[in-house]
């Protein structure tokens, strides 16, 4: 008779905590272009490099050993580079994007786009809409729609000469205030370490967008679904608290990317807004939980 199968539990791709850099899973082949493959390298890397951002918050704060902070932060910048670096992270998530795997989430975001009908109103306007696409990993993501989107592609490390090598959170408010007909945010809050980060993210992004301006955001579905410390209702609010109204969102059970489509409107006067639930973290959900979370 034969043995039973066994069936193992896949892992969140925000993982329930950041575990210690010894605890590393076996390393997947840097050439592997398998789905499964592509994935636990992602999964690793967003961990690892959370635990990163911890390691040098509690050394530069003296809240814990120190010797013992730089043991494990060694540890833990030996295996990010053991992986590969940002480099395979990158090419792993370009991956992802080919056509054979679904093509990227721009294509949902251009869904959205013609379903409000913005290619007529700008042809009949005779501009083009300007994007700011933040974490390109490609230069050529928008190329078919070209004669309407006129797309400015940054990332934090380029990997092609027309992808600007610029980090979103260090670029001036004041010179951008406005600027921006639209930006893409695609998989990207969820890779930055501090929660306050992304909070700032997203308040970054409300200050460079005219008035009336789109965000397109994307976020791996545990982040809504399996956190601790978020769910789809509190981030609704959090983002009419920073200044956005829902336009379109979509995700299903079971699948693997949240999406959401915003639009910028007057930010509350400060007096009208409540921040404190938003300014420290509040546990919506118990048990085996990833911890991602957003503050403002």
């Not at 959170?169 to 007909?181: A, F, I, S, T, Y």
């Not at 639209?182 to 990207?188: C, H, K, P, R």
């Not at 299903?252 to 959401?260: L, R, S």
Request: proline share 7%.
């Amino acid at each position: 008779m034969p043995k039973a199968r066994k069936t193992k539990r896949k892992a969140p791709v925000t993982a329930p905590a950041a575990p210690h850099a010894s605890d590393r899973p076996v390393q997947p082949s840097g050439s592997s272009s398998r789905p499964q493959a592509t994935r636990t390298v992602i999964r690793r890397f967003h961990v690892l490099i959370k635990r990163q951002a911890q390691l040098h918050q509690a050394i530069r704060a003296r809240k814990s050993n120190v010797l013992a902070a730089h043991t494990e932060l060694n540890a833990v910048e030996r295996e990010i580079e053991e992986l590969g670096g940002l480099e395979t992270y990158q090419r792993m998530s370009a991956i992802g994007q080919d056509k054979d795997r679904g093509g990227g989430s721009e294509k949902t975001f251009v869904a959205w786009l013609r379903e409000l009908h913005v290619p007529e109103q700008l042809k009949a306007q005779n501009e083009r809409l300007r994007l700011l696409e933040v974490g390109a990993l490609k230069p050529d993501n928008y190329a078919p729609f070209s004669s309407w989107i006129d797309v400015t592609p940054i990332d934090l490390h380029s990997r092609h000469p027309t992808i600007q090598e610029q980090d979103f959170l260090l670029m001036d408010p004041k010179e951008h205030c406005e600027r921006w007909d639209a930006i893409s945010l695609s998989l990207v809050v969820n890779f930055v370490p501090d929660a306050k980060d992304r909070g700032r993210m997203l308040r970054l992004a409300h200050t460079m967008l005219r008035p009336e301006g789109l965000l397109f955001v994307a976020l791996p579905l545990p982040c809504i679904l399996n956190s601790r410390y978020l769910t789809p209702e509190h981030l609704q609010g959090l983002m009419a608290t920073v200044g956005f109204d829902q336009v379109y969102s979509r995700w299903k059970e079971g699948g693997k990317i949240a999406y959401w489509l915003y639009r910028k409107v007057p930010a509350p006067n400060s007096g009208a807004r409540d921040f404190s639930s938003y300014q420290k973290k509040t546990v919506f959900r118990q048990g085996n939980r990833n911890n991602f979370a957003v503050l403002l």
